[in-house]
């Protein structure tokens, strides 16, 4: 059965919150060398629209992690299943991911480029369900706020589906829609 959606995001408040993004990641690293790196799949389209949003030239990179062991990566085991080709010794990096749930995927990565030398870290997200974190982790440049519900489109899955949907919607039988906020530009 399909469950039913409703959407919480709309496609063009996505649009003005990217170009915010867009200009405040511009102004943070301004000319220093900058290696943005997209979690895979989820980010794809949240990354393809930010890197376009920007007024400085980034170099880009792509990583995909899978937690096994548990239904959900605090229970899990985390590991690459596609890591980076470019090396960030010594450059500054922006992970950016879909969502920041519990905070232990973003952690994992987060450790490993610092291990390999990682100039700076910062972390920018579509979402940022700051709320429900585990583990310390900040979302530098968090696109939006979510409090509960779980959401697909703009790149996010359900099983696989759904990802090529322009919004974000909650994907949920019982509750309806949940409340998401801007956070303030940074
Ligand atoms: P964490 O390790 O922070 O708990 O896991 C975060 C990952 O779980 C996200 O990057 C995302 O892939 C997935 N996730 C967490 N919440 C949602 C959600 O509401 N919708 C979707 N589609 N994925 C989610
Ligand atoms: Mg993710
Ligand atoms: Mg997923």
């Known amino acids: 059965m399909t469950p039913s959606k409703h959407m919480i995001i709309s496609s063009e408040a996505i649009a003005a919150r990217v170009k915010e993004l867009g200009a405040?990641?511009?102004?943070?690293?301004?000319?220093?060398?900058?290696?943005?790196?997209?979690?895979?799949k989820g980010a794809f389209i949240f990354f393809a629209?930010?890197?376009?949003?920007?007024?400085?030239?980034?170099?880009?990179?792509?990583?995909?992690?899978?937690?096994?062991?548990?239904?959900?990566?605090?229970?899990?085991?985390?590991?690459?299943?596609?890591?980076?080709?470019?090396?960030?010794h010594d450059k500054h990096v922006l992970v950016v991911d879909d969502i920041v749930d519990t905070g232990h995927s973003a952690r994992?990565?987060?450790?490993?480029?610092r291990m390999r030398g990682a100039k700076s870290?910062?972390?920018?997200?579509?979402?940022?369900?700051h709320q429900r974190r585990e583990v310390?982790?900040?979302?530098?440049?968090?696109?939006?706020?979510?409090?509960?519900?779980?959401?697909v489109g703009y790149g996010l899955d359900h099983a696989e589906r759904y990802r090529h949907l322009p919004a974000v919607y909650t994907?949920?039988?019982a509750k309806p829609a949940s409340a998401a906020t801007r956070e303030e530009a940074q």
């Open 136 to 151: 310390d982790v900040t979302v530098d440049f968090p696109g939006f706020t979510l409090f509960d519900g779980f959401v």
């Open 108 to 113: 994992y990565l987060l450790n490993v480029l």
């Open 171 to 173: 994907l949920n039988e």
């Open 49 to 88: 629209d930010l890197v376009r949003a920007l007024s400085i030239e980034p170099e880009v990179d792509f990583v995909r992690l899978a937690s096994y062991g548990g239904q959900t990566s605090r229970k899990g085991r985390i590991l690459f299943t596609k890591d980076m080709e470019l090396p960030v």
């Open 24 to 40: 405040a990641i511009s102004e943070q690293y301004g000319n220093e060398p900058l290696v943005m790196v997209c979690v895979l």
């Open 121 to 129: 870290l910062r972390v920018c997200a579509l979402v940022d369900k």
